[in-house]
C-alpha cells in the first residue's frame, strides 16, 4: 500500500511526493503491485515501449521492474524528470546510473531526436520533461539519435 496525496479537483496531479500544491488534499490508500510481477501475471515476457508518469515515484516504479530490466527484456523506457525530483532526491544522475547498470543509455527526447549522451552535472537543471532509457545496442538507436526535422514518434 502506498499513501497518495488526492485532490478531487485535481486528480491528475495525484502524488505520493509533498509537492508544494496550492490544495492540500487527502491521504487515499493505494494498493501496488511490483511491475515484474504484473508483468508476469499477465504472461508479458517483453516490452517494446514503457512510458512512466507517476509523478515523482519514477524510481520506485523501475525499483520494481529491477528484474525486468536486468534481463533486458524492455527496450524503451520513456520517463519524466523535474523540479519533483528534488523532492524525491532521485536525480537524472540517479537515472543515468541504474539505467547504466543494466546495458541502457539516457537522452533528453526532443520533437526529432533523442540527445543521447553522457552524464553532466549541468544535465541537473529540475526543467525536463521527457527523457528516454534505451538499451545501448538496440538497432533503432542511430535513427532516434539523428536529428530530423520530423517527429521521432508517429502514430502513421
Given at each position: 500500500?502506498?499513501?497518495?496525496?488526492?485532490?478531487?479537483?485535481?486528480?491528475?496531479?495525484?502524488?505520493?511526493?509533498?509537492?508544494?500544491?496550492?490544495?492540500?488534499?487527502?491521504?487515499?490508500?493505494?494498493?501496488?503491485?511490483?511491475?515484474?510481477?504484473?508483468l508476469a501475471s499477465e504472461g508479458i515476457r517483453e516490452v517494446d515501449?514503457?512510458?512512466?508518469?507517476?509523478?515523482?515515484?519514477?524510481?520506485?516504479?523501475?525499483?520494481?521492474?529491477?528484474?525486468?530490466?536486468?534481463?533486458?527484456?524492455?527496450?524503451?523506457?520513456?520517463?519524466?524528470?523535474?523540479?519533483?525530483?528534488?523532492?524525491?532526491?532521485?536525480?537524472?544522475?540517479?537515472?543515468?546510473?541504474?539505467?547504466?547498470?543494466?546495458?541502457?543509455?539516457?537522452?533528453?527526447?526532443?520533437?526529432?531526436?533523442?540527445?543521447?549522451?553522457?552524464?553532466?552535472?549541468?544535465?541537473?537543471?529540475?526543467?525536463?520533461?521527457?527523457?528516454?532509457?534505451?538499451?545501448?545496442?538496440?538497432?533503432?538507436?542511430?535513427?532516434?539519435?539523428?536529428?530530423?526535422?520530423?517527429?521521432?514518434?508517429?502514430?502513421?
Amino acid at each position: 500500500m502506498l499513501a497518495m496525496r488526492y485532490h478531487p479537483s485535481a486528480s491528475a496531479h495525484a502524488t505520493l511526493t509533498e509537492y508544494p500544491h496550492s490544495w492540500k488534499g487527502e491521504r487515499v490508500a493505494c494498493p501496488v503491485v511490483r511491475g515484474a510481477e504484473f508483468l508476469a501475471s499477465e504472461g508479458i515476457r517483453e516490452v517494446d515501449f514503457l512510458k512512466l508518469d507517476v509523478e515523482g515515484a519514477e524510481h520506485l516504479a523501475l525499483r520494481g521492474l529491477e528484474e525486468v530490466l536486468r534481463d533486458r527484456r524492455i527496450r524503451f523506457v520513456q520517463f519524466e524528470y523535474g523540479r519533483v525530483n528534488i523532492l524525491t532526491r532521485f536525480l537524472l544522475k540517479d537515472f543515468h546510473e541504474l539505467f547504466g547498470g543494466y546495458g541502457y543509455v539516457v537522452g533528453k527526447i526532443f520533437p526529432d531526436h533523442v540527445d543521447i549522451r553522457d552524464y553532466e552535472l549541468g544535465d541537473e537543471d529540475f526543467l525536463g520533461p521527457n527523457y528516454l532509457a534505451c538499451r545501448a545496442d538496440d538497432p533503432a538507436l542511430p535513427r532516434l539519435t539523428r536529428r530530423t526535422g520530423r517527429p521521432i514518434f508517429s502514430c502513421e
